[in-house]
């Protein structure tokens, strides 16, 4: 098996460098061919990189955070490779999925193995027309408010206490727009404010889980929304789905399609796509969400 090897060398504060060093030695000692990617670069000159290597590999093994996975996507759909997800960063969604472990021996055996199942790639157009893949979910509330803010005061690594600040000034601003909601052409949330998601995994940050019956191979999105004018109403849903109960509210709503449309009039609304936040499309007025026409293969552990 030939494998490509892409590290973010300032993920897990610097571990993933060691760690990447690690996995490229126990994968050459296994007898398998092993090709660096470099991270560095533009957007567009990344991709073609990735996708150069990919074509040539049967595995991509990427060591960093959901961000790292989530900014590869462009570059692995359509594509032969399988990808593991060695997670360093600070929630892991992507692996947390599919019960991947940053371990160089598991990876090795996982490689050996060769056991390969391909999922579902969500896709939203943004304002400027261009359609971004995604993974795991796209949010338009509290969530991308929150990452928006950590954003914008990061000067390097994170870890779960950076996110105390941002969500205390969410609590007491909230990003919760006056959104209507389609799904397959039927309106399902009329204008109503409130905390949008569409997930295409049940995975989310500190284990919340707003969509825990979304199911990544089902070609369906699961379009969330949960109602609320203040942070404390935000805050409520964020409590009972930490247990699971909000899916028993009468006033949550879970619809499944293949499209949803999402339009609002306020225009300091974000965009967070598995947790990075979606510059480009801050003060959208309406984002259209579909599953991508190529699925991505993943390397089962």
């Not at 993933?16 to 050459?28: F, K, V, W, Y």
């Not at 390097?156 to 990003?175: K, M, N, R, T």
């Not at 449309?261 to 965009?271: A, S, Y």
């Amino acid at each position: 098996m030939h494998v490509s090897l892409l590290v973010n060398p300032a993920s897990g504060k610097g571990a993933g460098r060691t760690l990447g060093e690690h996995l490229a030695s126990a994968l050459a000692l296994s007898g398998h061919g092993v090709t660096p990617v470099d991270l560095g670069g533009e957007p567009g000159e990344f991709i073609t990189r990735l996708r150069h290597a990919t074509a040539q590999s049967d595995v991509l093994v990427v060591v960093g955070g959901d961000g790292t996975v989530h900014h590869a996507l462009p570059g692995l759909l359509g594509g032969r490779a399988a990808l593991y997800h060695c997670g360093m960063g600070t929630e892991n969604l992507f692996c947390r999925e599919f019960g991947m472990v940053p371990e160089p021996a598991r990876v090795v055996a996982a490689v050996g193995r060769g056991l390969v199942r391909e999922i579902d790639v969500a896709e939203v157009a943004r304002p400027n027309g261009v359609h971004r893949p995604f993974a795991i979910m796209a949010g338009m509330g509290p969530d991308a408010g929150v990452i928006r803010r950590l954003h914008r005061a990061r000067r390097g690594p994170i870890s779960h206490a950076s996110y105390l600040w941002p969500v205390v000034q969410e609590l007491f601003d909230p990003c919760l727009p006056t959104v209507r909601i389609e799904v397959d052409g039927t309106e399902v949330v009329p204008p109503t404010r409130g905390w949008p998601l569409v997930a295409n995994m049940r995975q989310f940050a500190l284990r919340l889980d707003p969509a825990p019956m979304a199911d990544p191979a089902d070609g369906m999105l699961d379009l969330v929304f949960m109602p609320g004018s203040d942070g404390f109403a935000a805050a409520g849903w964020a409590i009972s789905a930490k247990s699971g109960e909000h899916v028993r509210s009468p006033n949550f709503i879970h619809v499944r399609g293949s499209r949803v449309r999402v339009r609002t009039e306020e225009p300091g609304t974000w965009l967070q796509c598995d947790g990075e936040a979606i510059g480009d499309a801050a003060g959208w007025r309406e984002l259209g969400f579909r599953i991508a026409g190529s699925r991505l293969r993943v390397l089962i552990p």
